[in-house]
Every structure is written in C-alpha cells, then in structure tokens.
C-alpha cells in the first residue's frame, strides 16, 4: 500500500477522524505564511477579501482551526503556534484539504498579538490548553497575564469572543479570577456541540485520560472608559498559581497508528 496521501483519504487521530478529506492535487492550497511582517498583517489583501476573522492561538497540528475553515467558507481563519514541529502537520493538513481561508505562521502568542494585529482585527479568538510550564521560574512563560489580556482586548472586535478551554483546573480558577475584571464570562459545562470528540488533540488525549475539562466563552465588558480599563487591567494579578495535579487519573496510555491512523509553545499538542 502507498504511503502517499490518496484522494478522499481520511486520517484517524487517536481513534477520531481529522477532520475533512485529502482533494486532488491541483486544489490544494499554500497556507503557510514563511515570514511574517514587520508591523501589522493586513488581512484583506493576504486573503483577497474582507471577512469576519478567526484566530487560534497556540493552534498545534490544526485540528480545531481545519474543522471550522470547513465549516465557514465565509470566514477568514489564522493560526499561529510556536512550535514549528506541530505546525507542519497543520500546514500539510490544510494544504492537502484545499483551504484557501486558512493561515498559519510560526510565532508567539504575545508577539503575534502586539507587533502583527491591529485593533478589532478578529471576531473570534481561540485559546485551548494553554501551556501551564510547571518547572521552577517558568510560571513567567505562562501566556495569559495582564499584558496578554489588554492585547486580546485590543484586537478582539467590541462584540467578539474569547474561546478558552484547559483541563488544568488550577489554570482554569486563575482565567476565572481574572478574565471577569474585563469580560464578560460564560462557562461551558459540555462539549463543543459542533466537535463532541474533542475540538483539539489534546482534549483528545485529556478525555482519554480521565481528566475534566474546563470550557469558557468571554465577550468584552461594555461601559469601560480608557483609563478605568488601564486602572482595572493594572489590577490583574499575575499567574503565579501551582498548576500540578494529576495528569493521568485513568493510567490512558497511547494510541499506536499509521500514517492515515495517527497522530510561548503556546499549546500543548
């Protein structure tokens, strides 16, 4: 059998289906984006046309960014992640898929945010399991802080959406602490209706493990004038919280599979 990719093939990750199927060669498409400007993206011209935008912050091997670039032809997609290892996988991925409404550049969360974004750039922004960095010193290398916050503000449309999703409960009770000084904040206490399996692979892998996930969709606080939102955001305290717990409370051990069965960095893949 071929190890070349076949037209209509559909990979298992972990026992899920990726989503959408490999098309013919001649539709596929080039979303990465080699090198990054050295001020603000401009969005219409990169996609040839002006439409409501998506960004997935930290977005590993793509799986939630490829689902919903299938689903909305209409919208716009970008996803950055840190680790140019997992990043290939999203690019092949999307290439080989044909999506034309899809980006996705090599960068960290915070730089991505303040030097390539301009105000209310996206409709959605998506953060799934954040890296909580367990090691001594490294709770300075978590991604959400004030400076982080205040950067998600900016380029966040006034009636846009902050997704965020972890199966760290202590990260999640600091996004809680936090998030509704400036936002408004609704817990989701299911699946995402549109993945039930898992939006990511490390939800994925999290729900094969026994550990419980922690959803959350936020929407900016009306009524904030510049400098009582400079006051409150001067007020978040920092992420210093002890992010250990158990990371395996079913002793889950990996899936095996081929290439059509397997398989700030700012998420876990």
């Avoid at 709770?139 to 760290?168: C, S, Y």
Wanted: proline fraction near 8%; charged fraction near 25%.
């Amino acid at each position: 059998m071929s190890d070349q990719p076949q037209v209509g093939d559909i990979e298992l990750e972990l026992g899920v289906p990726f989503p959408g199927a490999i098309v013919s060669q001649e539709r596929w498409t080039q979303p990465a984006l080699h090198r990054l400007p050295e001020g603000p993206i401009d969005w219409k011209t990169l996609f040839g046309r002006d439409a409501p935008r998506i960004l997935d912050l930290g977005c590993g091997n793509g799986r939630f960014l490829i689902a919903s670039a299938l689903r909305h032809s209409e919208w716009d997609h970008v996803g950055i992640d840190v680790l140019p290892v997992v990043l290939r996988y999203a690019t092949r991925r999307a290439r080989q898929r044909g999506l034309a409404n899809l980006k996705l550049a090599a960068c960290d969360g915070i730089g991505f945010l303040s030097r390539h974004c301009q105000d209310h750039d996206f409709q959605e922004i998506h953060l799934y399991h954040p890296q909580p960095f367990l090691g001594s010193g490294a709770q300075a290398r978590r991604l959400v802080d004030r400076d982080w916050i205040e950067q998600v503000l900016r380029v966040l449309a006034p009636d846009g959406k902050l997704f965020v999703q972890t199966d760290n409960a202590a990260y999640w009770n600091y996004l809680m602490q936090v998030l509704p000084m400036v936002m408004e904040v609704e817990p989701v206490l299911q699946p995402w209706p549109e993945d039930p399996q898992g939006r990511t692979r490390r939800e994925i892998i999290a729900t094969q493990k026994g550990l419980k996930i922690f959803r959350g969709i936020a929407t900016p606080k009306a009524g904030f004038s510049p400098e009582s939102l400079r006051e409150m955001l001067h007020q978040i305290p920092a992420p210093v919280f002890d992010a250990r717990h158990d990371k395996n409370p079913k002793g889950w051990t990996r899936h095996g599979g081929s290439h059509r069965n397997r398989r700030r960095g700012d998420r876990r893949s």
